[in-house]
């Protein structure tokens, strides 16, 4: 599968942990702020992205 993922700074990766961080203060799992946070990053986002290839699990345990 490919994707278009963000490509961020230094800064905006630290910021992104920080909200993060900010979200499990308020309650939310680390699955749940992550998520969130992501979306917040791909939904303004307005610079590069990076093209990244994931294997499909569900081809891996085909093989075995």
């Given at each position: 599968?490919f994707i278009g993922i963000p490509a961020l700074s230094?800064?905006?990766?630290?910021?992104?942990?920080?909200?993060?961080?900010?979200?499990?203060?308020?309650?939310?799992?680390?699955?749940?702020?992550?998520?969130?946070?992501?979306?917040?990053?791909?939904?303004?986002?307005?610079?590069?992205?990076?093209?990244?290839?994931?294997?499909?699990?569900?081809?891996?345990?085909?093989?075995?």
């Amino acid at each position: 599968m490919f994707i278009g993922i963000p490509a961020l700074s230094h800064e905006q990766q630290q910021q992104a942990v920080e909200r993060i961080q900010e979200l499990m203060a308020g309650g939310l799992s680390s699955g749940e702020a992550i998520t969130q946070v992501a979306q917040e990053i791909r939904q303004n986002h307005k610079g590069e992205r990076i093209r990244a290839m994931f294997e499909d699990e569900d081809e891996e345990n085909e093989e075995e």
